[in-house]
C-alpha cells in the first residue's frame, strides 16, 4: 500500500472494469431499505431498460417496505437479517401480491446478506450500513461480482482482507467523495496524479470552536444543511467522522499514500472531490448534492445513467466557498489518519467503538465532544498491531468486540461524572 510506482493496481480504478451482460444488467441489492437502497430502486425503476434487480436484502425492521419493493420489482428473492421478522415479512408480501402468484424465495439470519451477494447476478450493491458490511462484501467479492460498494466500513474494518479478493477494477465506488474522484482520476494515469482532495461540508457545526460545540443537542446534531441521511451518518458527518473513513477509504482504493490526501470544507456540497495532477492542473466533480448520481456510476460503469440526477442550471449564479479544515474543533481526520496509518484492526478499533459512542449521544448518554474523547482513548489503549500480522476476520470481530466494550464502559463513566 505504499508509494503509487511499487503499489498494486488500485481496487477501484476508471480503467479498468468488468464488462457488463448483454442486455439489462442484474442487480442485487443489500440494505434496500434503507436511504441508499432506495434511491438505488428509484432509478432502476425509471431506467427498467438498463437494470433488473433478482434479490433485496435488509435487517427486518421496515418489512412492509421491503414487501412493496419486492412486489414492484419483481424479485426472485427477499432476506432480511432479522429471523423473528420472517412471519411479518410473509404476510406483507402475501398481501401485495396477487392471488395465486408466487412469492419470491425468503432467507433469514445473518448470514442471508451474504447468500445473496454470492447469488447469479452481474453487480451487487452493498448498502448496508455499519461493519456488518464486511461479509457480504467478501462474499461478492470472492464469487467474482462487480461491487457497487456503498458501506464504507468494509475496506475499513477488512482493508487487507478486500485488496486480497478484489481484482482491479472489481469495486465501484458509491460514496459521493470516491465517486468523485473514481471519475477524475479517469483523466490521467496514477503516475500523474499528485494529490486527492476530499470535500466536505463542514455539518452543522462548521465554524464552531471546540468549546461552542460542548453542548451541542442531538437535534442539532442530526440537523445537516445539506444531506439527508440516516442517524448515525449524521452524527458522522456532524464529527467528521466520515471524512476520516473517507481519507482511510481513499487511500485504500486508489493506493495513494496518506501524505498525498488532503480535506477541505466545501459548504455548498457541490463539488463531490477533486483530483491534482502533477502539472498543476485539479480536476473537480460537480454536481448538485444527490446520491443518485454516485450511484448511477455504481450501478451503471463504464456507461453513464441518462437524468440519473439533477444538473445545474448555469443561468443562475452560485458562489462556492472552500475553507480549511479545523482539527481542533474536529479531531477525527487526525485520528484516522492515525489508525489508516497504523493498519491492522486499529481502523476497526476506531470505527467500532465511534459507532458506540454515536449511540451513546443519541440516547442522550454522553456530550457531543465525548465522542471523540473516547475513540480517542479506545484507540490509544489497543495501541498499534504487531510488524507483520497478517489479517484475519476473527481478529476484525475480536478487536470490534473489545473497542465496543471499552466505549461503553468510558461513555457509562463519563455519565456517572457528570451526574455526580
Known sequence: MGGMSDSPAPLADPHLVFDAADGRRDLVILGSTGSIGTQA??????????????????????????????????VNTVAVAAEDAVPALREALRERYGAGEALPEILAGPDAASALAASACHTVLNGITGSIGLAPTLAALKAGRTLALA?????????????????????????????????????????????????????????????????????????H??????PVITINSATLVNKGLEVIEAHLLYDIPFDRIEVVVHPQSYVHSMVEFTDGSTLAQATPPDMRGPIAIGLGWPERVPDAAPAFDWSKASTWEFFPLDTDAFPSVGLARHV????????????????????????????????????????????????????????VLEAETWARARARELSAKATAEARA
Open 340 to 395: 489508516g496509518t497504523l493498519g491492522g484492526t486499529a481502523p476497526a478499533v476506531f470505527n467500532a467503538a465511534n459507532e458506540e459512542c454515536v449511540d451513546a449521544f443519541l440516547a442522550r448518554k454522553l456530550p457531543f465532544n465525548g465522542i471523540m474523547d473516547t475513540v480517542t482513548t479506545v484507540v490509544s489503549e489497543h495501541g498499534a498491531p504487531s510488524p507483520g500480522t497478517a489479517l484475519s476476520v476473527a481478529d
Open 151 to 223: 458501506n464504507k466500513e468494509s475496506l475499513i474494518v477488512g482493508g487487507p482482507l478486500v485488496k486480497a479478493l478484489a481484482a482491479p477494477g472489481q469495486i465501484i465506488p458509491v460514496d459521493s467523495e470516491h465517486a468523485a474522484l473514481f471519475q477524475a482520476l479517469a483523466a490521467g494515469t496514477r503516475a500523474d496524479v499528485r494529490k486527492l482532495v476530499v470535500t466536505a461540508s463542514g455539518g452543522p457545526f462548521r465554524g464552531r470552536t471546540r468549546a461552542e460545540l460542548a453542548d451541542v443537542t442531538r437535534e442539532q446534531a442530526l440537523a
Open 225 to 230: 444543511p445539506t444531506w439527508a441521511m440516516g
Open 41 to 74: 430502486i428509484d432509478l432502476v425503476l425509471r431506467h427498467p431498460d438498463r437494470f433488473r434487480v433478482t434479490a433485496l436484502s435488509a435487517a427486518g425492521g421496515r418489512v412492509a417496505l421491503l414487501a412493496e419493493q419486492a412486489r414492484r420489482l419483481r
